[in-house]
């Protein structure tokens, strides 16, 4: 295949470039490639091509829970949304905390044959935060990482020894940071509308306290951490600081958390609710200086598709979780490249290149010799969000209507078109 005509998203610029593909690699780069016998062409005049898009924070919720989403549906939701690689989180039932749910996930996501899905395996047996779960055996199954997302791990000492076990397989932990005991059931961000709207609100304090342990642990054993859904200021200003020391600590947010803010909760809409909470402006504008800046290295969707009666029924009883694999591209076109902040460079280093390199995958940059994933997108098409139309199961995300930029094109994956279908 030949991609010709397209403005290529390199690491460091981007360059009118045609583009072969052959035997799921990066085959050749040139101003003009001319196409042998058998060579399908696409061209991409007028679009911008970029690596394969990386998230690295999605839940498939298959096993367990299919009927809010599974492997095939997630899968269609991701190439649709521009994505050629997914990490998986854990709490599934059973939770993928043995070789044996990582092996079904690699393998029921190579019969679906869309997107390359990465399974992350759990830090604690059943996700409990009692006993480590077997790390070396989930990391030779094909875990790329370890983490009990959804929950936190309550032990300093068992987040410890897990930090070192990871470390030592050569992989690290993805820490869902909230100290429950601060939290204690709040569902929105406290402040001013967690008072207007009568819920009970969520601190700050309670994201911030347990970065902040992450951070002495990393530094202390002088190991490699990640931040999950960074959401506060002041969680932000922890990772600069640690950044600045030498603590090797990669940080990650959701589109969520630079486009809205928490006055959206005020509509009692459970599609806003969200864990960690969608907060307020100055949270918002400290996010986006934190992505401008490095201090966070990524963006992820946190893909949490429910169905509709796990949202249908009072605010305080809904699940939280947004559905956002299908979103996640425009909103980062519309709110960090359309207006300024990233360049096209660094918006795929935070959708790509730096999810490639945390978590030690192929792909996330352009290059001759390296996969042959790639996303090509119309940056100035504007669209319409859609959730009654999404392919994931989950229709949950409280944008319908917000009109954005950049509409996928193509998705690539070794190779081969998977999106459109």
Not at 82 to 110: L, W
Not at 351 to 360: E, K, R, T, V, W
Request: charged fraction near 25%.
């Amino acid at each position: 295949m030949i991609v010709r005509n397209g403005s290529v998203v390199f690491s460091d610029r981007v360059e009118k470039k045609d583009i072969r593909l052959a035997a799921g690699k990066i085959a050749e780069i040139a101003d003009k490639i001319s196409p042998e016998k058998g060579e399908e062409v696409i061209d991409a005049a007028g679009l911008h091509v970029f690596p394969g898009l990386i998230d690295m924070h999605v839940h498939l919720r298959e096993p367990g829970f299919e009927y809010k989403e599974d492997i095939e549906s997630g899968s269609k939701a991701a190439v649709k949304g521009g994505f050629t690689q997914i990490c998986c989180m854990p709490n599934t039932s059973p939770v993928a905390d043995n070789k044996v749910v990582i092996s079904y996930i690699r393998h029921r996501a190579e019969e679906v044959g869309l997107c390359k899905v990465r399974p992350i395996g759990a830090i604690t047996k059943g996700e409990a935060g009692e006993k480590l779960a077997d790390i070396g055996e989930m990391k030779k199954a094909g875990a790329v990482a370890i983490s009990d997302d959804g929950t936190a791990v309550k032990s300093s000492r068992l987040m410890r020894l897990a930090m070192e076990y990871a470390s030592g397989f050569g992989i690290r932990c993805l820490c869902h940071c909230e100290d429950k005991e601060l939290s204690d059931n709040g569902v929105v961000n406290e402040g001013y509308n967690s008072t207007l709207a009568g819920l009970k609100g969520i601190p700050r304090a309670a994201e911030d306290v347990s970065i902040a342990r992450e951070l002495c642990l990393a530094e202390s054993l002088d190991v490699p951490v990640h931040i999950c859904h960074v959401s506060t200021f002041s969680g932000v200003r922890l990772i600069r600081d640690a950044k600045r020391a030498g603590v090797k600590v990669t940080a990650e947010t959701c589109p969520h958390y630079f486009a809205a803010t928490d006055d959206i909760v005020t509509g009692f809409d459970t599609n806003t609710k969200v864990n960690p909470p969608i907060r307020e402006e100055k949270d918002r504008l400290a996010i986006l200086e934190g992505l401008k800046d490095g201090t966070i290295d990524c963006i992820v969707t946190d893909h949490a598709p429910h169905h509709k009666n796990d949202k249908n029924v009072e605010y305080n009883l809904a699940a939280f979780g947004i559905s956002g694999l299908e979103t996640s591209f425009g909103f980062a076109v519309t709110y960090l490249y359309k207006t300024g902040i990233l360049t096209l460079p660094e918006l795929a280093a935070r959708m790509s290149g730096n999810p490639a390199f945390i978590l030690g995958l192929e792909g996330g940059k352009i290059e001759v010799g390296g996969a042959a994933d790639l996303t090509i997108a119309d940056l100035d098409e504007e669209w319409t969000v859609e959730p009654e139309k999404f392919l994931s199961k989950g229709k949950n995300n409280p944008f319908g209507g917000r009109r954005l930029y950049g509409a996928v094109k193509y998705t690539i994956v070794s190779g081969d078109v998977k999106y459109p279908f």
